[in-house]
Structures are given as C-alpha cells and as structure tokens.
C-alpha cells in the first residue's frame, strides 16, 4: 500500500513537472498545493518528502508573481533539508539558485546575488566548474549582476556558460537560448546594438523552435527585442513584438503579471511615436493598474518576497504573517539575552536620496551615519520585515559601520522580533500597533515634556 501511494504521488509530481514545462503554472501550482498538503499529512510537515513539492510549488508560485507565497515556501524547503543534514547537497544548491531567481523576478538583484552565488559555489564544489548546472547558476548569478550594472563580469560569465552548455547540450537548447538573450542583454545596455540585436533574434528563435511559439517564456526574448528596436527608432515593429509579449505574458501568467506591465508600459511609449495616441493611454491605464497591485516595498515596484539572508544572522529566523502589522520577522530558535540576533543590511545611499525614496507606508531607510543611509529594501538581509514595538526584544547597535540588532531579553522559540524604530518627534506621526502594555500610541520618539513654572 505504501508502495502504491508513493508511486501515485511521483506520477502526480511527474504531471506537475510536465505543466511547468509547458509554462501552465496555474496548473502546477494546484497540483502542487494539493500534492504538498497530502505528503504532509502522511508524513509530518518536517518530513524529507516535502522539501521537492514545496520548491516546486514556490517555483510556481515565484512565476505567478506570488513572491512572498513563494519566498516563504523556498526557505521552508531549505530549511526542511538542513534538518535533515542536506543543506549542501544539489536540492539546497537548486533553492538558493531559485531564491535567487525570486529576487531577480521581484526587482531585487542586490538581494539575490548573495543566494545565486552561493548557489555556484555550492554546485562547482560537487560537480567541477565545467559542469552544465554549473553554467545555468552563472547564467542566473549574471542576470542579477548585469542589472545592477556589473556588465563586464556579467558578460563574462554568460560566455563561460556557452562555452559549457553548447558543447553539452547543442546550439539550438533552451538554456543556450536563455544565456544569449541574456547577454544580448548586457550588450545592449553597453550600446553595442548591431551586436545585440541577431543575438536577441538568434534567441528568440531558439525558444519557438523548442518551446513552441505560445509559451510564455518566449515573451522574454520577444520584449527584450521589441525594446532594441524601440530604442533605434522602429516604433512600428516594436509595437508588433510588444503586444505579442503582452499576449503570451497574459495567456502564461494571467493578465495582471508584472512583466504583463511592463510590456504594456512600453508598448505605450511606441504607440505614442507612431502617432496611436489612444492606443498608449489605453495600455499605460492598465499597466498602472497592475503596477499599483503588486506588493512592492519600494515607490519603484520593487516586490516583498519575504526571503531572510542566512548569512546575516547565526540564528533560524522566519518571516510570516504578523499581528502588529503585515509581515513579521519570528526566531525559529530560541535566544538568549545579549546575543546578536541578525545585521540590517541595505543599499548604501545618501542623506538626500533617503529624503527622495521616504515612504511612510513602505519605507526601510536607517541612518548609518549622518552622510549614509541604508535602504533595506533593496538587498536588505530580512531585518527590515521586523517591526516595531514600544516594548522590543531587540535593540540597535552600530559597530564599524555596521547596524546590529541584539535580543535584550531571552527570546522564545516561536517569538515575533521586535525593534522600537524611534522616529523623531517632530516628524510626521507614525501610529503603533505593537499591542504592548506601556505602548505609547505612536512608533515616534515622544518630545520632552516642559517643566511647569511654579505659581507665584
């Protein structure tokens, strides 16, 4: 009988795999939500067996645009597998290479370089340098370099990955695919576009040869085309590829994905050039409408995915639904009092673009010093999910140049991590949530009270 039900749940996992190949991740995704609850009950939530549905769901999840649903459910993978002593095996390598993805699909390419690297190291350690897993982790550790403008070691090693997976798997593969669109990418961003665009074009055929001309993935390569050729001035043939892009985003991925908006964003800027004034207000309405639903933690539509640095912090840390506000940050261990808990990391800014991306209701600036700011949102270690609290269990220290966070109290496993933000007085009135007893109404620091002059 146990025999049979394995073999029923492999078959079942085996047609989920077969729907993500065929870019039908709502599909999967169902499959996978019931296959994960199913392998739970019969085995426990901790059980080995969990940990390859739930990265598959969170895979699903990660192209659905569900970011934090699959942020969560990656780590929840990984962490299943370090229990069972398989944090450095292949399984760990493919989450934190998909953890990586995540951050590069949610906008966030500082936040997942530290896990796509990881995820090269990881897998050149078992499997040599040459290896084609390899080649498809620095193929995804380049994407979120290139975007963070790091061109030349992006394209450096979106070379070394065609020289590994050409010889492996042929010119016309997907992955060899993937790797040219991407440093077609690089090379247009450097201004060598009669370079880029048979690369792009190259690319693009590639997928419709493999995946077939309806799958979403070839609307990568066919938007990435459409925006060289909007930039030398073919507005006409731009818009063609744009609304194709918009048309397999839409089928794939549902008609309010992301990269749904972004394609309809520029396919409004060409319509525009080509005179079709109508037809661009139409479609930059519902790209704005899909950009004002994402759950972006920054004013530039960069997405929450919930994902904790575990190079940050010596401890088992967990975000998830709070009570004192959205998400929080919950120890998974318990901690003593006086330990250091985890380091707020960020992108290193100025006083003045601090002051231009404040954001009351989406803002994780920290005044480093009085010149740096670090900005958690972007490439933030998951400090910035904890929140406030009048009465914390954590308190802020500065040491060399780095923020620190240390329990002031013994923390119980299960516990929500709590930090007073202290924000000046006499700046905008920011109301708290914490629920604790001497709350004080407002995440602000209260002014000094005046002294009353004595009666004469």
């Not at 043939?237 to 985003?249: E, N």
Request: hydrophobic share 40%; with cysteine.
């Amino acid at each position: 009988m146990a025999q049979e039900t394995a073999g029923t749940a492999g078959g079942e996992l085996a047609r989920a795999h077969a729907a993500m190949a065929e870019g039908r991740y709502q599909d999967a995704a169902t499959m996978l939500e019931s296959i994960v609850a199913r392998v739970e009950r019969t085995h426990g939530a901790s059980h080995l067996e969990v940990a390859a549905p739930l990265n598959l769901l969170a895979m699903s999840y990660h192209y659905l645009a569900r970011f934090m649903d699959a942020g969560l459910r990656y780590q929840r993978a990984l962490a299943i597998l370090e229990a069972h002593a398989r944090g450095n095996g292949h399984e760990a390598a493919d989450i934190y290479h998909n953890l990586g993805g995540l951050e590069h699909a949610a906008g966030n390419w500082l936040r997942g370089e530290p896990f796509a690297r990881h995820a090269v190291r990881l897998r050149t350690k078992l499997f040599g340098r040459r290896h084609p897993a390899v080649a498809v982790d620095i193929t995804a550790l380049a994407a979120l370099l290139d975007r963070q403008g790091q061109f030349a070691e992006a394209e450096r090693l979106y070379h070394r990955a065609l020289t590994i997976l050409e010889p492996e798997h042929g010119a016309e593969h997907h992955l060899v695919a993937v790797a040219l669109n991407n440093l077609a990418a690089v090379l247009h961003a450097r201004g060598k576009l009669a370079d880029a665009e048979p690369m792009f074009r190259r690319a693009q055929a590639i997928e419709v040869a493999v995946l077939g001309p309806t799958h979403p993935k070839v609307a990568y390569s066919t938007n990435n085309l459409a925006v060289l050729l909007k930039e030398t001035r073919r507005p006409t043939a731009a818009a063609v590829l744009f609304r194709k892009a918009v048309t397999l985003f839409s089928r794939g991925l549902g008609a309010n994905h992301p990269h749904v908006g972004v394609c309809l964003e520029n396919l409004s800027q060409v319509l525009r050039r080509t005179g079709d004034v109508s037809g661009a207000k139409t479609a930059a309405r519902r790209a704005e409408r899909i950009f004002a639903g994402i759950d972006a933690v920054t004013n530039d539509g960069v997405a929450a995915t919930g994902t904790i640095n575990p190079w940050a912090t010596p401890y088992r840390l967990i975000a998830r639904a709070s009570a004192i506000h959205r998400i929080g940050v919950f120890s998974d261990d318990a901690i003593a009092k006086g330990h250091k808990v985890i380091e707020y990391t960020g992108e290193r800014i100025s006083r003045r673009e601090s002051g231009r991306r404040w954001d009351p209701k989406r803002s994780y600036l920290f005044e480093l010093t009085e010149k740096v700011h670090l900005d958690g949102a972007i490439g933030g270690s998951g400090a910035e999910y904890i929140n406030h609290s009048c009465e914390p269990n954590l308190k802020t220290r500065i040491v060399r140049q780095h923020i620190l966070y240390y329990s002031t109290r013994p923390i119980a496993k299960g516990e929500e991590l709590t930090v007073d933000y202290r924000y000046d007085h006499d700046t905008d009135t920011m109301r708290c949530y914490c629920g604790a007893p001497g709350c004080r109404g407002s995440m602000n620091l209260l002014p000094p009270k005046r002294k009353k002059k004595a009666r004469v």
